[in-house]
C-alpha cells in the first residue's frame, strides 16, 4: 500500500473527510437521502458537528464531495508546465483540457459502484440535480483558471472551457450512465471536435 503524502494534520483531515464522505454514502443507501441529517452523518462518521462543518457546508455537499475536478487540473497542470504557452490556439486549449477532463472522468468511475450510486441519487433529488449545475459552472471555472495558467488568451480560455464541459456532459449522456464507458465516450466527444466530419 502506498504512503499517505502530506503532513500529519493534512492526512488526519484527509481521513476526516474521507469517513465523513464514506458515512454519509452508507446512510443514505439505508435511510435515502431526506431521512439522513449533519448530526446522524458526523455520528456515523465518529467527528463532531464542527468537523463535518470545516470540510462541507451541508449535507448536499457530501454527495458532490468526490467529484474533484480541481485535482485532475492540478495534476495535469503540473504535468504539462513545461509545454509552449497555449496563446490563442483553440486547438491546444482543447488538446490540453481534453487530458485533464478525461482523467476527471476516470477518476469519477474509478469505483464503478459508487458512481452508480452517487448519478442514482443525484437523479432522483430535485436540489441534489440543482446543486451538480452549480458545480458545473465552478468546473468551467476551474477549466478557465488552468488554461489561464498555461498562457491561454480570456477569449480563447472562456470557449475552450465551456467546450470542455459540453465534451463531459456529451460523454456523460452518450454513456447512459455505465461506468465503464464514461471516459471512453468524453474522450470520443473531444476527437469529434477534431474530426468533425466523422
Known amino acids: ?25 452508507e446512510l443514505f443507501a439505508e435511510r435515502g437521502f431526506d431521512g439522513v441529517t449533519v448530526a446522524d452523518i458526523a455520528e456515523r462518521a465518529e467527528v463532531g458537528r464542527a468537523t463535518f462543518f470545516r470540510h462541507f457546508g451541508d449535507k448536499q455537499e457530501v454527495v458532490f464531495g468526490a467529484t474533484r475536478l480541481q485535482e485532475a487540473a ?91 464541459v459540453a465534451c463531459y456532459h456529451a460523454g456523460h449522456t452518450l454513456a447512459e450512465g455505465d461506468p465503464e464507458r464514461l471516459a471512453g465516450a468524453v474522450d470520443a466527444a473531444f476527437e469529434r471536435l477534431r474530426s468533425p466530419g466523422a
Open 74 to 164: 492540478r495534476a495535469e497542470s503540473a504535468r504539462a508546465e513545461a509545454a509552449a504557452p497555449i496563446g490563442d490556439s483553440l486547438d491546444a486549449a482543447l488538446s490540453h483540457l481534453r487530458d485533464v477532463v478525461v482523467t476527471f472522468a476516470r477518476r469519477l468511475t474509478e469505483h464503478p459502484d459508487a458512481f452508480s450510486r452517487h448519478e442514482r441519487l443525484v437523479a432522483a433529488h430535485p436540489e441534489l440535480r440543482a446543486r451538480s449545475l452549480t458545480k458545473q459552472r465552478r468546473y468551467a471555472e476551474t477549466l478557465y483558471a488552468l488554461l489561464l495558467r498555461n498562457g491561454a488568451g480570456h477569449e480563447t480560455a472562456t470557449l475552450a472551457a465551456e467546450i470542455g
Open 1 to 25: 500500500m502506498e504512503p499517505e503524502k502530506g503532513s500529519l494534520r493534512d492526512r488526519k483531515r484527509r481521513r476526516a473527510r474521507e469517513a465523513i464522505i464514506a458515512a454519509a454514502h
